[in-house]
């Protein structure tokens, strides 16, 4: 099938987080991670057929749900793990807090790499423990973020660094870490004893020819103590469906991890998400993803052709992966949360201040591009107003 990502859907008056939190319906929202396009198909066909039985109780994830899951990242992505290795849960934030409540002690340290993800910040010290956080290095020429290896090490071999929680695919940076990278990485946290925790959300949102290495198929010797939390909610916009998964094969670290999911009673998923991810992991599933990365790929390109020629002074970062530009509007030497505000308030048009994923985000903005292009178009537009 073709499926056309170009037709706008009207989604005010859903109870929308993305449109419906907005102050006036003359608002383009380009903000939260969430996109504009309807699912697959086969995931509304699942769905329905489960609505029209019209019983919601308590749900058993089957054997077919580990397998689809198993299948798709060995087929797709060259990861071979056992069923065994997976706790499901229902979502990957959460996922996140069990993980950190699980393998850390109040006062711990995490280390991050920022700017990230901003909802690390909260789980980090909801759970009492101190953030570390190595800034990436901003190359200029070519428009990207590259690890500072010195400083990471020497965050990871503080006495207290228990945790490397690594964005990959990167967001708000938009880097795929190359298998290099991600090794180089490993070698560091294993030579200083921290364990690596992969947030892999965006592993499907790779755009070109860019491809996207999951942490635990490096060597056994680097990953086999790593903890990866995956979902299908980004690249198939089923947030809302509440389910994600965490890989571990390590037994005795995932039988804690399991622990402190059942504590927070983040333990339970509905029959929907279990549905939509056996649906969306399928041949059908990833055709339709393919089109998907193809029609926002060119929504990038077309982002940043406009940055390029009427707004060049606000170079627009070179994405490898996820649906969000990152764009330096330092030149403009204003604050990331003033530039929002100010473009919010003047030209009706919402975006992230950069500062929201730490300190090192000053200066930028993020823009969502999952929506259809003529909608994208109009928030550009009115950016460069």
């Known amino acids: 099938m073709i499926y056309d990502f170009s037709k706008p859907t009207c989604r005010r008056g859903t109870n929308s987080y993305k449109w419906d939190s907005a102050a006036g319906d003359d608002i383009i929202p380009l903000w939260v991670a969430d996109m504009d396009f309807k699912t697959y198909p086969g995931i509304t066909e699942a769905l329905r057929r489960r609505v029209d039985h019209a019983i919601f109780g308590y749900t058993r994830v089957p054997d077919s749900y580990y397998e689809a899951v198993c299948r798709w990242f060995e087929e797709r992505h060259g990861w071979r793990f056992h069923r065994d290795d997976i706790i499901y849960t229902s979502g990957v934030v959460p996922a996140i807090s069990a993980i950190i409540k699980a393998l850390t002690l109040t006062g711990d340290q ?27 290095i901003y190359n200029k020429t070519l428009l990207r973020y590259e690890i500072d290896f010195n400083d990471l090490e020497q965050r990871l071999s503080h006495e207290r660094a228990r945790l490397l929680l690594l964005c990959n695919p990167h967001n708000p940076g938009g880097r795929v870490w190359s298998r290099d990278e991600l090794e180089r ?30 942490f635990g198929t490096l060597p056994d010797d680097l990953s086999y103590g790593s903890v990866t939390c995956c979902s299908p909610s980004k690249a198939f916009n089923i947030a809302g469906l509440q389910i994600a998964n965490i890989v571990c094969r390590d037994a005795a670290v995932r039988e804690r991890i399991d622990r402190a999911i059942n504590i927070n009673e983040v333990c339970d998923v509905n029959p929907f998400g279990v549905l939509a991810l056996q649906a969306a992991y399928s041949d059908g599933g990833y055709e339709w993803l393919c089109q998907l990365r193809a029609y926002i790929t060119e929504n990038y390109r077309r982002l940043r052709d406009f940055f390029a020629r009427e707004l060049p002074h606000l170079p627009v970062m070179n994405m490898e992966g996820t649906y969000l530009a990152w764009v330096d509007c330092s030149s403009l030497g204003e604050s990331s949360e003033h530039i929002e505000e100010r473009l919010m308030r003047e030209n009706r048009v919402w975006v992230n201040a950069g500062s929201m994923y730490g300190k090192e985000g000053e200066g930028f903005i993020r823009i969502n591009m999952a929506c259809p292009w003529s909608r994208l178009e109009e928030g550009v537009k009115r950016i460069g107003k």
């Open 110 to 136: 995490v280390v991050v790499m920022g700017p990230v993800y901003n909802c690390f910040f909260s789980s980090i010290r909801n759970n009492g423990c101190e953030l570390s956080s190595s800034p990436l």
């Open 185 to 214: 990485v490993a070698v560091l946290c294993k030579k200083h004893g921290v364990r690596v925790v992969s947030d892999e959300i965006h592993c499907e949102l790779t755009l070109g020819d860019h491809r996207y290495t999951p």
